[in-house]
C-alpha cells in the first residue's frame, strides 16, 4: 500500500499570508507513460463532504480560486494558498489514486491565528 | 455535470448490515469510476474499495474483504455499498464519489445497540 504523510497535523496562519502544506508517498505516483503524478487534494469543512481542489498533483479544479496551486512531483507534494482566506478554514487531505488500494494523507487542519 | 444523491442515514445492531445507495443525475454512472470512502467521528477519511460499472470489475480495501460489497445498477443509474457484520466501530458517515470530482452528501451509518 501507498502510504501519504502530510505535515503539518496543524497550522494557524494569518489572514492574506501564505499556507502550505506537504504531502509525502511511500512510493512514487508518477506514471512514466503519461507523465502524469496520480496525486489530488481535497478540502473539507465541517459537516461537508470533500470537494476536489487539485488533481494530476498541480491541475486547478474548474472554479476553484487561484489563490490554491498544488506542486511537486514523484513522491513530494505541495499545497499551497497564497493569501490565505477566512473561508478556506478547513482540513485538507492529499491522496493518491495511482494503485490501488487508494489511500489517503492523514489530513492537515488550517486555522486562521 | 454529475451529482451523486445519497441514501438517508440508517441505525443498525451490531453484526446486521447496511446498504447505502448512491443515485447519479445529470449524467452517465457508467463513464466513471466509483468510490467509497468512510469518515468516523472526528477521523480522517478512510478508502473502502471502487467500482468500474462498465467493466463491471469491483475492488476492496484489504481490512473490509469479505464484509463489504460494492455493486452498481448501470439501467438506475445507481451505485450500492453494503457493509455486512457491522461493529461499533463501523459507525462513520460514508461517501461516494464520482470519479473523484462529486461527492454525495454522506450517508451517517450508526451501529448501536
Redesign the interface.
Known amino acids: 500500500d501507498i502510504v501519504m504523510t502530510q505535515s503539518p497535523d496543524s497550522l494557524a496562519v494569518s489572514l492574506g499570508e501564505r499556507a502550505t502544506i506537504n504531502c509525502k508517498s511511500s512510493q512514487s505516483v508518477l506514471n512514466s507513460s503519461n507523465n502524469k503524478n496520480y496525486l ?1 487534494w ?1 478540502q ?1 469543512k465541517p459537516g461537508q ?4 481542489l487539485i ?1 494530476w498533483a498541480s491541475s486547478r ?1 474548474s472554479g476553484v480560486p487561484d489563490r490554491f496551486s498544488g506542486s511537486g512531483s514523484g513522491t513530494d507534494f505541495t499545497l499551497t494558498i497564497s493569501s490565505l482566506q477566512a473561508e478556506d478554514v478547513a ?1 485538507y ?1 492529499c ?1 493518491q ?1 495511482y494503485s ?8 492537515t487542519k488550517v486555522e486562521i491565528k | 455535470q454529475v451529482q451523486p444523491v445519497q441514501s438517508g442515514a440508517e441505525v443498525r445492531k451490531p453484526g446486521s448490515s447496511v446498504k447505502v445507495s448512491c443515485k447519479a443525475s445529470g449524467g452517465s454512472l457508467s463513464t466513471y469510476n466509483i468510490i467509497w470512502v468512510r469518515q468516523a467521528p472526528g477521523q480522517g477519511l478512510e478508502w473502502m474499495g471502487r467500482i468500474i460499472p462498465m467493466l463491471n470489475i469491483a475492488n476492496y480495501a484489504e481490512r473490509f474483504q469479505g464484509r463489504v460489497t460494492i455493486t452498481a445498477d448501470t439501467s438506475t443509474n445507481t451505485a450500492y455499498m453494503k457493509l455486512s457484520s457491522l461493529r461499533y466501530e463501523d459507525t462513520a458517515v460514508y461517501y461516494c464519489a464520482v470519479g473523484g470530482q462529486a461527492w454525495g452528501q454522506g450517508t451517517l451509518v450508526t451501529v448501536s445497540s
Do not use: D, N
Open positions: 489530488a481535497y473539507q463532504p470533500p470537494k476536489l488533481y479544479e482540513v487531505y491522496h489514486f490501488i488500494p487508494l489511500t489517503f494523507g492523514g489530513g
